[in-house]
């Protein structure tokens, strides 16, 4: 076949069919324009990845081959709507996971193969047609099978152990697995989300019950059964009299028969306690004490009557005679307030069995610690003096185990593997994404170059060790380049103030690992290699009778199977410290040892295929669920076990959703603030991204900024030096200078690329690095979420113009285009902003203040600057939007005031595009709140936004949820996932029935939007909203 196939851009069919092709010839795959690809009746084992540049492809038959599986990368191929994979050996795992992803299929035959089930996934293709699975090895099928309404052929013969699904029964709007088995309604929130335990059940009152069961007992009876009633009571009265005798006279009262008392009635237990009394107890009068260590009564020496600890339990024993010279015994068991569980309940319980094994008819007397009754004080002649302390508990204690800290680098493979570094900044490399576990926090650093594959498999890795070897107790946090947490920076040793550089080490192979055997030989030990043919490790080499060590070079593992000897167990430690020893190996080397079933997470990242966790879906039945358990070797999962982890409700936080409003700081603190920020500025220079380099900003551009352009500001802060405590003051006092602070806020535009700040980082951060060393610190921030210091330097002159800020004019028309600008404060003065808008008299709100700036067509550079005053505009702003007015741009331009009412119809409506009908009033800034929905944790959480949000807050991955005063949107981002858009909208319900309770407000409606479909309502609630920004462009 000819090497060179590409040039064929009109080939849309091939057919290679009943050759013998072992393989796809590869310049096949460079032919993108196929549409039709046959490839039956060859012997083909496998297809290559490169399929996805098929991407016209419709039909692609590779039926009568020796395929055991297909690449994931046909999900790519969205265009297919046939694929015929009969005669095969495919099986379950065989089937790619994503194959959902073909919207388009409508015909999928895989007869004659070794299936035992097929993905959930394909039951989403919902233009199914014909599903053709006959003569294969099913177990089952996914519920969802019954969903697909297009399905006009289903071909399931020859499957003797097949048995369908039945079709789901649909459970309540919000409950179930449908919703991942999360109780959404508010007061289970609401206890989740302040730590309340559940409400108590009401107490039930006897009495009350007594006389509801009396009154009922001739209720809705008819008159013959109340009558048969007391017909028996007579008799029965009549029968006892007649048992009496005739001579008892009817006058005479009645005498009934003495019963047996309650506790002669008992039989007590014929137990043996002379293993924790003596034969002589009891049987002479005086005092005895035990006290409770492990469990068990122990006794206590006479020295020490009377004094008893706080953490412990006793039991005192008063032996004397009676009147009738008969031993008489009292038995009380004291509790001390601080007092363990298991004490409590073995004082009583032994306590009980002294008085068993005495035979003695007292009950016995409980006694707790400053409430002891007369009696048993009275039985210490010296009183009774507690002491703190005690003895043990019996139980087992529960430490909290000690997680050491250590860094993994995430290897450029295809699959997830993690190679151990040092603890150390020097370790990281802006190439490689990063693990750092330190136990319950996990963090996830990439470095700027780093690939978003290694990203996503650092978070995977991150989930599973979270799940697996903290229980779900851990926290992921997601780490940015230049957004590290200072806890990030702590754990490393400290944060580096050299640039983070490539490591040519990382660029090597990672060392291949050995796995030995360890093995008892004819009276030695024998320590035979493993063949895992190439470094490949499956966990089918692990046998249960065997013990095992893995020798990673920077992690040596030993691996003890359940049916392993002692012997074997032993000497297999020893052997990995030999291991160790035999080679110069790193530091932070270090020998974990794992038990079968209790593998840590970093031992099955080495194994290919490692999978604890039964691939099912939520839906499937507990019939579904053990035989593919047992199909797949898991022997060890019961069906109980499986219904109680699907049962099982997934973990969720809410709490953000319940807690109130932050309320904006009082303007007159806020000035406060600028004040104090603006007298510790010693001077601020001002740079800007020219090209390929920084420039320095001209004085009259200090506070305009660029939607598309990236500036730097280099701002010098006083520092008071502080003198130490009880330093001697001499009379001649050498004045010191005041310190210095550097810090370099990066600011970019929200149109700007991400050069800006990589030619910053390698140009202008290193020089500022070299003069100001540790005083130095950098800030990255993006347009509309500057920190309040920053905006403080500008006192409210904080312009952002859209475009570049030397950006060449295309024509006429485009320069002479008006320009409309909103003043607008989200959070107080320190959050003003002047930001430009489109040009739509839609925008205009009666509570805010807007430029307009409108060239004349004949004269470039004049025109007229409208300062538009809604009619609600409190005074101090107006004047506020009067100065920027008349200092925003040169002075080529008139500027006038225009009151809402009294827009001039030639220039100002012309200007806006034409008058339209516009907001009265603001109120939603008195209620926009914005929250984010995500599983970023590892579990659906909320959080809530500063007030000051912006549009660049909704992220594209997540699901957001704003409230307006008066609606409650659920904005869903085009790649959040389906949990986070089912989770996200029950927690809006919540959040509504949680203000309807507090009533909060007018009564919310909920509506849900896409990104770029947001209504005017929704858009309104953002400064200077716009269209999103495209990756591709």
């Known amino acids: ?101 073909l919207y388009n299929l409508e015909v999928f035959m895989a007869a004659c193969n070794k299936l035992e089930c097929i993905p959930e996934g394909l039951c989403r293709c919902l233009k199914l047609r014909k599903l053709i699975l006959h003569t294969n090895c099913l177990f089952t099928l996914p519920e969802g099978i019954h969903f697909l309404t297009n399905m006009e052929e289903l071909d399931v013969r020859n499957n ?51 006389l509801r069961m009396r009154g009922r007992r001739y209720q809705s009876q008819s008159e013959e059964l109340k009558g048969m009633v007391e017909d028996a009571e007579e008799k029965k009265v009549t029968g006892r009299n007649k048992k009496l005798g005739k001579r008892q006279s009817i006058d005479e009262p009645e005498k009934l028969l003495k019963g047996r008392k309650w506790n002669e009635s008992l039989v007590k237990p014929n137990l043996n306690y002379h293993d924790f009394f003596n034969d002589d107890t009891g049987q002479e009068p005086g005092l005895i004490v035990w006290q409770i260590e492990n469990f068990l009564p122990v006794s206590v020496d006479e020295l020490f009557y009377g004094k008893f600890y706080e953490a412990d339990c006793y039991i005192v024993l008063k032996t004397s005679f009676d009147d009738t010279d008969q031993l008489f015994w009292q038995i009380f068991y004291w509790i001390g307030k601080e007092a363990s569980l298991d004490k409590k309940a073995c004082s009583a319980i032994h306590a009980v069995n002294l008085r068993n094994f005495l035979g003695a008819e007292t009950r016995t007397v409980r006694e707790e610690q400053e409430d002891e009754s007369e009696e048993f004080s009275e039985l210490f002649e010296n009183g009774l003096s507690y002491v703190e302390g005690g003895t043990a508990s019996g139980f087992y204690t529960v430490e909290d185990p000690i997680y050491p800290t250590r860094l993994f680098r995430i290897l450029k493979q295809s699959k997830v593997q993690l190679e151990p570094v040092d603890v150390s900044t020097s370790s990281l490399d802006p190439t490689f994404s990063f693990v750092l576990d330190a136990g319950l926090k996990i963090y996830i650093w990439s470095g700027e170059r780093a690939k978003g594959t290694t990203k996503t498999k650092g978070r995977l890795f991150a989930e599973k060790l979270n799940k697996n070897d903290r229980k779900n107790k851990g926290e992921i946090i997601m780490c940015e380049t230049g957004d590290e947490p200072g806890e990030f920076w702590r754990l490393l040793g400290g944060r580096t103030s050299s640039a983070i550089t490539e490591k040519p080490e990382y660029n090597e192979p990672p060392p291949v690992p050995i796995l030995y055997q360890v093995a008892l030989g004819l009276g030695y030990l024998e320590l035979p290699q493993v063949d895992t043919a190439g470094g490949k490790l499956s966990v089918r080499m692990l046998e249960t009778k065997n013990v095992y060590i893995l020798d990673c070079h920077s992690e040596i593992f030993v691996w003890i199977g359940r049916k392993s000897a002692r012997l074997v167990r032993a000497a297999a430690m020893k052997l990995s410290q030999e291991i160790y020893a035999m080679i110069d190996r790193p530091s932070f080397t270090v020998q974990i040892r794992n038990l079968q079933g209790a593998e840590s997470q970093m031992f099955k ?75 510790d500025l010693d001077g601020m220079e001002c740079f800007v991204l020219e090209g390929r380099k920084f420039v320095r900003l001209p004085e009259e551009e200090i506070g305009h900024f660029h939607t598309g352009d990236c500036y730097v500001f280099l701002c010098r802060y006083w520092v008071p030096v502080e003198q130490p405590e009880g330093e001697a003051e001499e009379e001649e006092v050498v004045e010191q200078e005041e310190d210095f ?83 607008r404060s989200s959070g107080g003065i320190l959050a003003k902003r002047v930001i430009e808008i489109e040009t739509n008299a839609r925008h205009l709100n009666s509570e805010f203040c807007y430029i307009l700036k409108v060239p004349f067509e004949n004269y470039s550079e004049d025109g007229i600057i409208y300062v538009w005053i809604g009619s609600k505009v409190i005074e101090s702003e107006a004047d506020h939007a009067k100065e920027l007015g008349n200092e ?35 109120e939603y800034i008195k209620f926009a709140r914005l929250f984010r929905c995500s599983n970023e944790k590892g579990y659906f959480s909320v959080s809530e936004k500063c007030s000051d949000f912006c549009q660049d807050d909704l992220a594209s991955d997540d699901v957001m949820i704003l409230d307006t005063g008066h609606e409650v949107f659920v904005w869903m981002g085009p790649q959040s996932s389906d949990v986070e858009r089912k989770m996200a909208i029950k927690s809006a319900q919540v959040y509504i029935q949680h203000l309807m309770q507090l009533d909060s407000g007018p009564i919310r409606k909920l509506r849900c939007t896409f990104r770029g479909k947001e209504p005017h309502h929704f858009t309104r609630c953002f400064h200077g909203w716009g269209d999103f920004h495209d990756p591709k462009t």
């Open 1 to 101: 076949m000819p090497n060179k196939l590409e040039g064929l851009v009109n080939l849309t069919d091939l057919d290679l069919s009943f050759n013998d092709l072992p393989r796809v010839p590869e310049p096949v795959y460079l032919i993108a324009s196929l549409k039709r690809v046959n490839l039956s009746h060859n012997q083909i084992t496998e297809v290559s990845t490169l399929i996805d540049t098929w991407t016209h492809l419709e039909t692609l038959n590779l039926s009568r081959n020796q395929l055991t599986g297909i690449p994931a990368a046909l999900c790519k191929l969205v265009a297919l709507k046939r694929l015929f994979i009969n005669g095969n050996n495919i099986n379950f795992e065989g089937l790619p996971t994503g194959i959902g992803k």
């Open 741 to 823: 602070q550097c810090v370099v806020y990066f600011w970019q535009g929200r149109d700007a690329n991400q050069m800006g700040w990589l030619t910053f980082t390698f140009s202008l951060q290193k020089k500022f690095e070299m003069l100001f060393g540790e005083k130095l610190e950098v800030m990255k921030t993006q347009q509309q979420q500057e920190a309040p210091r920053f905006l403080a330097h500008f006192k409210g002159k904080f312009i952002i113009h859209k475009g570049k800020r030397k950006e060449p004019v295309v024509n006429k028309e485009e320069k002479n285009k008006p320009k409309f600008y909103h003043i």
């Open 888 to 922: 925003i741009w040169d002075s080529g331009y008139t500027v006038q005031i225009v009151n809402e009412g009294d827009e001039p119809e030639n220039f100002f409506w012309v200007g806006v595009g034409g008058k339209k009908d516009y907001d009265k009033s603001a």
């Open 605 to 679: 990242a080495r194994f290919a295929g490692w999978d604890d966790v039964l691939a099912v879906d939520y839906t499937l039945s507990a019939d579904y669920v053990s035989k593919a358990a047992k199909q797949l070797g898991v022997t060890n999962i019961t069906t109980k076990e499986a219904q109680a982890k699907l049962q099982k409700a997934a973990k969720v936080d809410l709490s953000a959703l319940f807690t109130t409003r932050q309320q904006p700081i009082p303007n007159n603190e806020q000035e406060q603030f600028v004040e104090e920020w603006n007298e």
């Open 160 to 210: 003797p152990e097949l048995e369908m699904p039945p079709k789901p029964v649909p459970d309540e709007l919000g409950s179930g697995p449908e919703f991942y088995n999360v109780d959404f309604t508010l007061q289970t929130q609401l206890r989740m989300a302040t730590g309340a335990p559940p409400p108590p059940l009401p107490n039930k009152d006897s009495y009350a019950r007594k």
